[in-house]
């Protein structure tokens, strides 16, 4: 089964090289003989089902197999031998890679990192070496081996303390320049990151630790570990991985595509309810209040009300028959629909169903066909509407008295005042706030129940999540089986949290809960960490700090400027770094995010917006909140006084903002670098830069130019505001803009064409 190796007599390194390379040749020779045997699998199938079934078998076998470039393995493991006695030492040896490659008489050329042999390449340690020798990390450019490091476990344990420090594989990885793609880690998982890979499917598993120590990359890793070894119980159709924002679910999505696991769900936590028009704004407490668990049984109740009540006759004509229900009877089969399990649509089928029996027993000579029953039809809508979760919440909403009734004593006034508020006139305009959406969620579940259930499920950045949107992801669960995601220290909004009990007494509760912590710091350079570090006694004095594996290439720039000059260095700034190849990410909070797209526009610089999803550019704009789960090569804070006066737990959302690079940090402020005294109240001393758009044309301007900056205007009123007040929005800047003319053209208004 495995491919035995004659212990080799000590190598030169280059004779070693080329006795490595011939084996990754004759790897990659198999592996492309694979890929040829799946493209000819004859299509010939019993049916058309099973040949559709059988092709999409091989599109998914050739789509997992690594391109035909790239390297077959990235290290090697030899075993002790059996016997070390024995005159004849024979010592198995395994190479290391992403996929199981056999030769044509099924010796195992490499074995793939997801099985207990890979297992061993991660975990061994000079403490506990597992029965191995040596491992083997290679260096490849492509198939090509240019070199590789051996640890000798023997050597090892004389030589080290301590083996969980970063290897020269390790380094070389974490010194890659990023994108905005997240990429595997399969090559070089530590030993902790695979214990928790490989931890039990059968659980609650909360992966916790701070700002880069690989949260994100283990529990994508863990999805493809227990999709291929669980493969019994496990489908990727079966797995759902749920994200904070859509640009962070961009940013993992080519993750376990890369590692051959292409039909697994990934969403953002909004998608997760109704798809409905979003963009409305909700103060603080209201956010607050509607992610409350007791908001689901305000829900409950709410629908519960919506139950009639039946006439003490109730009359129907069908074709020129009267038929009359009395009150009690009607009334009898909406208690038994009330009381009947389910969904509320459902119990209304069993409501017409029941009614429908009615008018036909006891010849009262209602008719059969049910094409006829019209009549009981518009009695089931008076007694138990048929509604959308949409417009049911519409309605709830916009009446005080409904919510009254359904709050049941557990709301008081002032809170129901903060729920009420007025709905549009029609349903297709109302705008709904991100908190408005897991309520929309429950109401499905109340009235259809929950449409897809999966058996395992991961929750990035969890520690954020309200109640109700836990509930959410707690009813999309079919087994309780989870994986969730977070660092307390990063744990900001309406919902921060100090414990993960408080995430965890919202998801389901019939297996195991395990919280396990990663303490290496794999992203963030040591200079930049201990700068950030300094927020935490503040941020999160229980959060034990992380230890960064490696130092940056220099200190943190820090850039103390007059608020007139802050956008553009910071423009400035990013500008220098993109045209060093960096990948850039300016967080900026909201009271500078204007000023800062005008700078960029006026440096001529192109730029992604995290709020739309993109991270697609050089420079990319994201404020503190969407930098959570982000990575870039260089990263510009701008004004940390106003990102801490952003949030409540505004200390935490700064560590966030510093936690972003895996090499350069700028700060770019009027206001203190590092406010660690200052709370969410301070910064009305930091004298504000009002943007100033003069009127004058610029009489270069041309039409590209022209057309470039109407684009940021758009992109602006975009990322501002939701569609339909557009209109209203362009209207006000035309005022605005006719106002300016005026000031500044005493003569004339600027004209707008028609
Ligand atoms: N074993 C490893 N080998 C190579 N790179 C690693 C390893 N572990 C983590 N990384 C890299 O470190 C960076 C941070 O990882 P990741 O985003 O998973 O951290 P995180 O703990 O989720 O961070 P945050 O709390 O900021 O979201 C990523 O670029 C990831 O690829």
Redesign the pocket.
Known sequence: MVKIAERRPVQSKSAELAAEQQHFDLARKHRERARAELGEVPDAAVNAGAGRRLALFRRNRKDALAAPEEQVAFGRIDCEPADPSADSKIEDTFYIGRETIFDDSRQVLVVNWQTPIGTLYYEATHEDPRGLQRKRTFQCAGNQVRDFDDVVFAQLAEAVAELEGPDGA?LA??DRG?TGA????V????GA?SRLIRSPLDQLLVIE????????????HRVSWLLFNHRDRLRPQDVLVVGPHPAFTRYIRTVLPSLGDTDVAQLDIDQLGPPVQRGRPEDPQTRRLKGEARMARLLARALENRVGTPEPAERMLFDGTFVTLSGVEVAAAVASARQAGGPYAQRRQRLRAQLADLVRGRGRGGPTDPERLGPVENLLERLWPLQSAAAFLRTLLGSQARLANAAAGEFTPEELALLHRRGADKLSEQIWSNTDLPLLDELEELLNGVSRRYRHIVV??AQDLSPMQLRAVARRSSTGSLTV???LA?STGAWARDHWGEVAEHLPAQLPQVVVG?RY???VPRQVYELAAELLPVAAPDVEPTRAVRDGPGDPGVHVVEPAERAGRAALIAKDHALGGRFVGIVCPAACRAEVEFALHANDLQWGRADQGELDRAINLVSPQEA????FDAVVVVEPEEIVAEDERGHRLLF?AL??T?RYLDIVCAGDPLPIESGPDVTSRIPRQRMVVEPDADPTLDMAQLDRLAEDLAALVVGGAPVPMWDEVLQRTAALLDERADRSRPSGRHRRSS
């Open positions: 390790l990885e974490l990023r997240m990429t595997d880690i090559a070089t998982i530590q990151q630790g701070g700002p880069g120590t690989g949260k994100t990359a283990v529990a994508l990035d950045e995601v977070g660092d990063q990663l710091g794999y992203r959570k789960g982000l990575e966030v936690t972003r895996i």
